[in-house]
């Protein structure tokens, strides 16, 4: 067990929905990660936030977007959602967000648009 | 421009025969190096780095991996393989002068089949 909690474990929603993904970083992590795993793409990184402030941004696509709050949870929001956009979300947790941290990653969320 | 190649999607080897899963890079300067393993339905899990140092980095569940800076590459080793290895191997790779406005970038994956 990483220690980083992803919910809900699977979604199943429909074109044109919004949907929000959730993750709750290991104790005491400040910076979380969200990568977007699919067959055609491979691991994509998203977007990155430490402490609440945004720190890197990866092919997060528009209608895609991310918050860190203040007790570092983090959400994952996904608009007007596509077939597409069907693939596993992942979210990442490292104590400081430097660049020779490990990262602790969550079992991930299985969207599926249909 | 950063970026990681893993140019087998598949390794097979036989169960106790030593096994290599290969990784190479291009960075703009020095680089940090990982490898990470997911199994079945579960996220990746951290296996090794390579930050400075003895270019053999050794990591969990006796993988190791070899720095090469003239041959860009961070090929992970195992000497005998088991069955319970077979996974999907990541390699990945940050560098030194990174401000922390890229994330970790990863290769596209080896799945590794340890037959019985």
């Known amino acids: 067990d990483s220690g980083v909690t992803q919910t809900p474990k699977h979604l199943i929603t429909a074109t044109g929905q919004r949907v929000t993904l959730r993750c709750s970083p290991r104790?005491?992590?400040?910076?979380v990660y969200w990568y977007q795993q699919s067959l055609d793409q491979g691991l994509q990184f998203l977007i990155q936030?430490?402490?609440?402030?945004?720190?890197a941004k990866g092919n997060i696509l528009e209608r895609f977007s991310a918050q860190q709050f203040p007790d570092l949870h983090s959400e994952l929001n996904l608009s007007s959602l596509e077939l597409g956009d069907s693939a596993l979300y992942f979210c990442?947790?490292?104590?400081?967000?430097?660049?020779?941290?490990?990262?602790?990653f969550g079992s991930g969320t299985q969207l599926s648009v249909l | 421009a950063q970026s990681v190649a893993q140019p087998e999607d598949q390794v097979n080897v036989a169960e106790g025969n030593p096994l290599t899963v290969k990784c190479t890079y291009s960075?703009?300067?020095?680089?940090?190096l990982f490898w990470y393993v997911q199994y079945p339905n579960r996220g990746l899990q951290f296996l090794l780095k390579?930050?400075?140092?003895?270019?053999l980095v050794k990591g969990s569940y006796g993988f190791e991996a070899e720095f090469n800076k003239s041959q860009t590459s961070f090929h992970l080793k195992k000497p005998s393989a088991l069955v319970s290895d077979s996974a999907l191997y990541f390699c990945?790779?940050?560098?030194?002068?990174?401000?922390?406005?890229?994330?970790?970038?990863f290769g596209s994956g080896t799945r590794l089949q340890v037959q019985p």
């Open positions: 990442a947790s490292s104590p400081t967000g430097t660049v020779n941290e490990k990262l602790f």
């Open positions: 104790s005491g992590d400040l910076s």
């Open positions: 936030y430490y402490n609440g402030e945004e720190r």
């Open positions: 960075v703009s300067g020095n680089p940090y």
């Open positions: 390579y930050i400075t140092g003895d270019n």
């Open positions: 990945a790779v940050r560098f030194q002068g990174d401000t922390g406005r890229r994330a970790l970038t």
